[in-house]
């Protein structure tokens, strides 16, 4: 029942009834994930497997993926492998049902994210390689990085950590009492220039 690259068409879908379908297959992502995804320069095969299931106005795709990306360090830009195996949910509604009450009544009552069907089909294979970039960390380091927690620095320019940001951030907003002193000397100096009938 399935075509190539884990997408089934609407017909295909209709012809199973209320029957799943269940897949487990190993693709090949490369080099359409890296023309797609500039975080991404190489990846291993994925192992796919999962079940389609009608749902009321559309089909429910319940999908684990396994396998390893090359993304670049959020410090360095050097490559770094990283090792995902996670589960994602879809549910997908055919276009001529997409902003129909029924599908707007489902998508206001589910937790799950809800995608229309462009050209009729269930596309598993791309969904794939969106959840692979989402489920990448926002810090990524190479051991190294890791390892020693040195930031990149140049001439009158260094990095610093969130954390380091966040506490001079907080220092800044501290009050400088030698200012607010100043500021409140100037406040009464202005007050008592505005109260001489001399000027």
Same mark, same amino acid.
């Given at each position: 029942?399935?075509?190539?690259?884990?997408?089934?068409?609407?017909?295909?879908?209709?012809?199973?009834?209320?029957?799943?379908?269940?897949?487990?297959?190993?693709?090949?992502?490369?080099?359409?994930?890296?023309? !797609?995804?500039?975080?991404?320069?190489? #990846?291993?095969?994925?192992?796919?497997?999962g079940t389609i299931e009608q749902d009321g106005v559309g089909w429910l #795709? =319940?999908?684990?993926?396994t396998g390893e990306v090359t993304a670049h360090s959020t410090r360095s830009?050097?490559?770094? !492998?990283?090792?995902?195996?996670? =589960?994602?949910?879809?549910?997908?509604?055919?276009?001529? !049902?997409?902003?129909?009450?029924? #599908?707007?009544?489902?998508?206001?009552? =589910?937790? $799950?994210?809800?995608?229309?069907?462009?050209?009729?089909?269930?596309?598993?294979?791309?969904?794939?390689?969106?959840?692979?970039?989402?489920?990448?960390?926002?810090?990524?380091?190479?051991?190294?990085?890791?390892?020693?927690? $040195?930031?990149?620095?140049?001439?009158?320019?260094?990095?610093?950590?969130?954390?380091?940001y966040d506490a001079q951030k907080k220092a800044d907003e501290k009050p400088?009492?030698?200012?607010?002193?100043?500021?409140?000397?100037? *406040?009464?100096?202005?007050?008592? *220039? *505005?109260?001489?009938?001399?000027?």
């Amino acid at each position: 029942m399935t075509i190539s690259m884990l997408q089934w068409t609407e017909a295909e879908l209709r012809k199973q009834g209320n029957r799943p379908i269940t897949f487990d297959q190993e693709i090949k992502l490369m080099p359409e994930l890296a023309d !797609r995804f500039e975080s991404v320069s190489d #990846a291993s095969n994925y192992r796919v497997q999962g079940t389609i299931e009608q749902d009321g106005v559309g089909w429910l #795709a =319940t999908v684990q993926a396994t396998g390893e990306v090359t993304a670049h360090s959020t410090r360095s830009l050097a490559p770094v !492998r990283v090792a995902q195996d996670f =589960t994602f949910a879809e549910l997908w509604i055919p276009q001529d !049902r997409w902003g129909s009450d029924a #599908a707007d009544t489902l998508m206001d009552t =589910t937790s $799950v994210l809800t995608i229309p069907m462009l050209h009729d089909m269930i596309d598993i294979y791309s969904a794939v390689s969106d959840h692979i970039v989402l489920e990448l960390p926002s810090q990524i380091l190479t051991e190294d990085e890791a390892k020693e927690g $040195v930031m990149p620095a140049g001439k009158d320019w260094h990095v610093i950590s969130e954390a380091e940001y966040d506490a001079q951030k907080k220092a800044d907003e501290k009050p400088n009492p030698e200012l607010a002193k100043l500021k409140d000397l100037l *406040d009464k100096n202005q007050k008592t *220039d *505005d109260d001489d009938p001399a000027k």
